[in-house]
């Protein structure tokens, strides 16, 4: 079976700084990965190449199989045309560090812009599943409510239901409890424990939370510099790491002692 995100000499730099560095990476359907380390080791630059935000400048990236880039036609690979890539695009969600809700638009409205205008849905059919997916987040309560009437943690679930709605493959979710409050990081993180229990889609999590992480995924992944260091089952990262890197950095999080 092929992974659903594979990446194989994945390059990317900004001028002349080198952000990713030869990222070799598997991620088979179902699974959760929590993606860790430093501030600037090109975490958000991987999810911003998955999202297909950015390109790479060396590599290759597919997902479920297809590149973004290009496609096959008439028998050869070339450059895909902007069906291919809104296909592919199709296939990922992504919850960002800030909600980038619509001031002017209520949470179900929120939720319903994309299924109207990227999937066209009838009206009645979009309303139904946003309701739907803000009751999964347990916000069925606040469909009227507007953002500026909403807690940032509310904000926050109203932006995972949006990327819910459009049913991804993959999702992915960068910080997405950093501009929380401290009170409310809690009830996001359970809320993505469950999803992650589900395993009903791909779940790529850059987080700083090493609790979480250790508790929720299938793999943690360790990047430092722009490579990935090492990559395994939670236990073994954050109790057994093989490399001196990734045990300062633990370390240095949750103390010699975890």
Excluded at 197 to 223: G, L, N, Q, Y
Aim: aromatic content about 4%.
């Amino acid at each position: 079976m092929n992974p659903i995100i594979r990446l194989r000499g994945v390059h990317k730099a900004y001028g002349e700084l080198a952000v990713l560095r030869g990222i070799d990476l598997e991620v088979p359907a179902g699974q959760t990965v929590s993606v860790i380390g430093p501030s600037g080791s090109g975490k958000s630059t991987l999810l911003r190449l998955l999202m297909t935000l950015d390109r790479p400048d060396q590599g290759v990236l597919e997902i479920d199989g297809e590149s973004p880039w290009t496609m096959e036609k008439n028998g050869s690979q070339q450059p895909a045309d902007e069906r291919h890539l809104r296909q592919v695009r199709g296939k990922v969600g992504m919850v960002f560090q800030h909600f980038n809700l619509f001031p002017h638009m209520s949470a179900l409205h929120n939720v319903m812009e994309a299924l109207l205008r990227v999937l066209r849905l009838p009206r009645t059919e979009a309303e139904a599943r946003a309701r739907e997916r803000l009751s999964a987040v347990g916000l069925a309560d606040k469909a009227d409510a507007y953002p500026a009437h909403l807690s940032g943690g509310q904000k926050q679930r109203v932006a995972i239901a949006r990327a819910l709605a459009m049913q991804p493959k993959v999702m992915l979710f960068d910080e997405i409890t950093s501009a929380l409050d401290p009170e409310l990081v809690g009830g996001i993180l359970a809320l993505l424990h469950e999803m992650s229990s589900k395993r009903t889609m791909t779940m790529v999590i850059v987080t700083h939370h090493m609790r979480f992480a250790e508790s929720c995924s299938d793999r943690v992944v360790f990047f430092d510099e722009g490579v990935i260091v090492e990559d395994g089952a939670p236990k073994a990262i954050f109790h057994e790491p093989r490399h001196e890197r990734t045990r300062r950095f633990v370390d240095a999080i949750l103390g010699p002692e975890a």
